[in-house]
């Protein structure tokens, strides 16, 4: 079956634009995460939906950064002003279970550099 | 600040001996922690999980130990198969499941 993807796969942009980053979860998964993994660091969490609202923005590291979630399935993660300490691989994840809990399946990432 | 910490960026172990993989947190209210695997230009992929009321939980040749009043964890793989190489992160979350902290990884190499 399908598993969650992630549009672009990459994205070169120059500093100061806006990227708007997609994900496709696992269909009928009622959670899903967006994290990023800059060079050398581990998985940074930045925001996590459940359905439609989002729970916990707390990650998002600063207010260029916003994500929504629409009937409970795509989301897109925004990025207005790109910085280059945004570069990063943007991974996506989603969950079957409603809490949040157990495995997370990951897509395949959408590798950010800014210029 | 780093709630999950994995101190071993990189490890080497010839193929059939055993890997030892360590995670150590700092937040006692962490009570569920996940191991995953990752592929170069792959997302991770999730290898074994274990809840705080457990301190072992096994998955074929993976094994992952929990010792929550040192607040560590390992994975350990039996016999390690070149397969196997790839980048292990470890994962916390709390009993809201709201949010899992990630470590920084592991770079295991199996050497054939």
Same mark, same amino acid.
């Given at each position: 079956g399908a598993g969650v993807s992630q549009s672009p796969s990459n994205k070169v942009t120059e500093k100061g634009k806006d990227v708007e980053l997609r994900c496709d979860p696992?269909?009928?998964?009622?959670a899903l995460y967006w994290y990023r993994q800059s060079l050398g660091q581990g998985l940074e969490f930045l925001i996590y939906f459940q359905g439609n609202s989002?729970?916990?923005?707390?990650?998002?590291?600063?207010?260029r950064f916003s994500a929504e979630r629409t009937g409970g399935s795509v989301s897109t993660l925004t990025i207005q002003?790109?910085?280059?300490?945004?570069s990063a691989v943007y991974l996506c994840a989603s969950s079957p279970l409603g809490q949040g809990m157990g495995e997370q399946f990951f897509g395949p990432g959408t590798r950010l550099t800014v210029l | 600040d780093q709630q999950v910490k994995q101190n071993s960026p990189s490890l080497s172990v010839q193929e059939g001996r055993i890997s030892i993989l360590n995670c150590d947190y700092t937040? &006692?209210?962490?009570d569920y922690f996940l191991w995953y695997k990752k592929y170069p230009a792959e997302g991770p992929t999730f290898l074994i999980s274990i809840s705080s009321i457990k301190d072992k939980n096994e998955d074929g040749r993976f094994t992952v130990f929990l010792n929550k009043s040192a607040k560590h964890l390992s994975l350990h793989i039996?016999? &390690?198969?070149?397969?196997?190489?790839a980048v292990y992160f470890c994962a916390a979350s709390d009993n809201t499941g709201n949010q899992f902290y990630f470590g920084t990884g592991t770079s295991l190499t199996v050497i054939p």
């Open positions: 696992i269909s009928g998964h009622t989002a729970p916990d923005k707390s990650g998002l590291p600063s207010d002003r790109t910085q280059q300490e945004d | 937040n &006692s209210m962490f039996v016999p &390690s198969q070149p397969g196997d190489s």
